[in-house]
């Protein structure tokens, strides 16, 4: 069994991935802009996860811009019949590194067609439209305009699936009046729990909940009752938080971020750690 099995499975749009995926956004340079400073080293890190077993790796054309997807094709092309590479759109860079909504026609368009490119794919497994009204939080506001262009692409066959990020209970309601929605990616960990009641619907509907940040991105989770809970499972930190969203809901698929082999491999070796209902409680308390 490799490291990322015990994890469990579930299903995303047509099909099956182990719920310890990878996200590439650290794979880029600082800033998640420019080129990575070890460039055999993020090359390392994709090729380790998918020998590990990783069937889902989440990215998008504006980490690098491009740099990502390129490195992940560089990588891992051909890709293996049971990968599922998902991206996502709506955000283009300044030549200063910003990120600027980019949610016209033609700029959604153009960034399909972008992710198709540098992942050398005729067609892309699963799209997230990410919405930007508050570029860090979800903020209500429709999306039916950028979801109908999306949902024409799709009609067009250059995407399977279409996601929903940073998004509202009322953006996904409305997304699903659109076209079909097989994901939700928003930011939720162990700390930031604003999602709990809507994880606890999307799992009854059978829609993938996948967090971002799961380790807590640029500033990652710290906190005395996850080192003292992690010192008695003889576990890290890292692991504990990624064990806890396991176990919180069948329907959270992972896809924690590293540039590094190492990381990588204790990020999936949480798979394996149980968590006992009296020290789930404990970490309950964190947020
Ligand atoms: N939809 C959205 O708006 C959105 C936003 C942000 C991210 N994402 C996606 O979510 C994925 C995950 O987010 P993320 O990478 O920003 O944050 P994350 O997974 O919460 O944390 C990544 C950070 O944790 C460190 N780290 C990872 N494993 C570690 C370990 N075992 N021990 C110690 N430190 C460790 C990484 O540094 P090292 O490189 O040194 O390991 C990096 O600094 C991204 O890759 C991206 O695909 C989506």
Not at 43 to 72: C, K, M, W
Not at 186 to 206: E, M, W
Not at 234 to 240: E, L, S
Request: glycine share 8%.
């Amino acid at each position: 069994m490799s490291s990322s099995d015990q994890s469990g499975i579930f299903k995303l749009g047509n099909r099956t991935v182990k719920r310890l995926g990878y996200g590439a956004m650290q794979l880029a340079g600082p800033g998640v802009f420019g080129p990575p400073k070890d460039h055999a080293a993020a090359l390392a890190v994709l090729r380790e996860a998918v020998a590990s077993g990783v069937n889902h790796i989440d990215t998008a054309d504006f980490y690098g811009p491009h740099v990502t997807n390129q490195i992940i094709r560089e990588a891992l092309h051909p890709y293996r019949d049971d990968l599922s590479i998902v991206t996502k759109i709506s955000v283009r860079r300044g030549a200063d590194g910003s990120w600027i909504p980019a949610l016209s026609r033609t700029e959604l368009t153009q960034a399909v067609h972008d992710n198709l490119r540098n992942l050398g794919l005729e067609v892309l497994d699963v799209v997230n439209l990410r919405s930007m009204f508050d570029v860090h939080h979800p903020a209500e506001g429709s999306l039916e305009a950028p979801l109908t262009v999306l949902a024409d692409l799709q009609r067009q066959g250059l995407v399977r699936h279409i996601g929903l990020s940073n998004v509202t209970a009322a953006q996904i309601a409305e997304g699903r009046r659109i076209c079909e929605i097989v994901c939700v990616q928003n930011y939720y960990n162990l700390a930031h729990r604003a999602d709990d009641s809507l994880i606890d619907d999307l799992v009854r509907q059978g829609i993938a909940y996948v967090p971002f940040f799961p380790l807590g991105g640029f500033t990652p989770l710290q906190s005395s009752t996850l080192s003292v809970v992690a010192d008695k499972l003889g576990a890290t930190p890292m692991q504990v938080a990624l064990a806890w969203l396991l176990h919180r809901s069948p329907n959270i698929l992972l896809i924690p971020g590293t540039s590094s082999v190492a990381h990588l491999r204790e990020n999936l070796a949480a798979g394996q750690l149980t968590l006992s209902s009296q020290t789930l409680a404990e970490l309950d308390g964190i947020a």
